[in-house]
């Protein structure tokens, strides 16, 4: 009776070739879920951006409430990657891809509407300061003809022509085409891109509007940036330019 008992127990064990297959199954599962967990990751930095994004937007709006209409300026000195300078009176100061100094967030004239530093940060951008480890600190910036040192610029809210739910303020911008706080782009018909807009949320980015809204923008072609005032790409990339500058102010 106790040998038999012993047979049958030894029996019920696993068999190289069942553990293959449920190890085979293992994998294919894991599989058919890593890409999804990757979509939902992704799809999660994209939710947290946009609400960054929407916190700034708040913050312009507030600060246009306590200045009699007048927007926060947007000027900027110098040109090229580490020289172009936001100014100290500006939203935000100095220059994303030269500095991690806090204090070009802290010195800018939103932060005592929005003093949370990761507001100024997408998640999905992991960009590093240039020629250092140390990540950056800003993702975003500003619509060059908000107060910026053009001359075709609006000043005042109220100022705009254009329904302000067209107008777009802040922008996620592409990593490589980020400097100063200052996002320019020409108008229509000018076919080049002087900055570049990010596609890091599923080749697509985050923008605000002067009427408080947000939005997530799908562009029809991938932003790969080469060099500033670089050509568009072809026609979906000249498609994408249309709509953004269908998106700038008029003025009166």
Not at 64 to 78: F, R, T
Not at 173 to 178: A, G, L, N, R
Not at 184 to 206: E, F, K, T, V, Y
Not at 209 to 238: P, V
């Amino acid at each position: 009776m106790q040998n038999r008992h012993y047979q049958s127990s030894r029996v019920k064990g696993f068999t190289l070739i069942e553990l293959l297959v449920v190890i085979a199954i293992i994998a294919i599962l894991a599989g058919l879920l890593l890409p999804a967990l990757s979509q939902a990751k992704a799809k999660g930095q994209q939710i947290a951006c946009l609400n960054n994004i929407r916190q700034l937007q708040i913050a312009w709006t507030m600060f246009i409430d306590d200045n009699g209409d007048v927007l926060p300026e947007n000027k900027s000195d110098g040109a090229g990657q580490l020289t172009a300078s936001s100014r100290t009176n500006s939203w935000i100061m100095g220059n994303a891809q030269a500095s991690a100094d806090p204090m070009l967030i802290q010195g800018g004239t939103l932060y005592p509407y929005t003093s949370n530093m990761k507001v100024y940060l997408c998640p999905a951008d992991h960009s590093t300061v240039y020629g250092t480890k140390t990540p950056r600190i800003r993702s975003f910036s500003m619509n060059a003809y908000l107060n910026g040192i053009r001359t075709d610029i609006v000043t005042k809210y109220s100022g705009m022509t254009r329904g302000q739910s067209g107008v777009f303020v802040f922008l996620d911008e592409h990593q490589d085409s980020i400097d100063d706080g200052y996002y320019l782009i020409g108008r229509d018909p000018d076919s080049s891109w002087p900055n570049l807009a990010s596609d890091r949320h599923s080749q697509g980015a985050n923008l605000s509007f002067a009427d408080g809204h947000c939005e997530r923008w799908k562009w029809r072609a991938s932003k790969k940036f080469t060099i500033w005032f670089q050509s568009n790409s072809g026609a979906q990339d000249l498609q994408d330019l249309r709509r953004l500058q269908a998106a700038l102010p008029t003025v009166n």
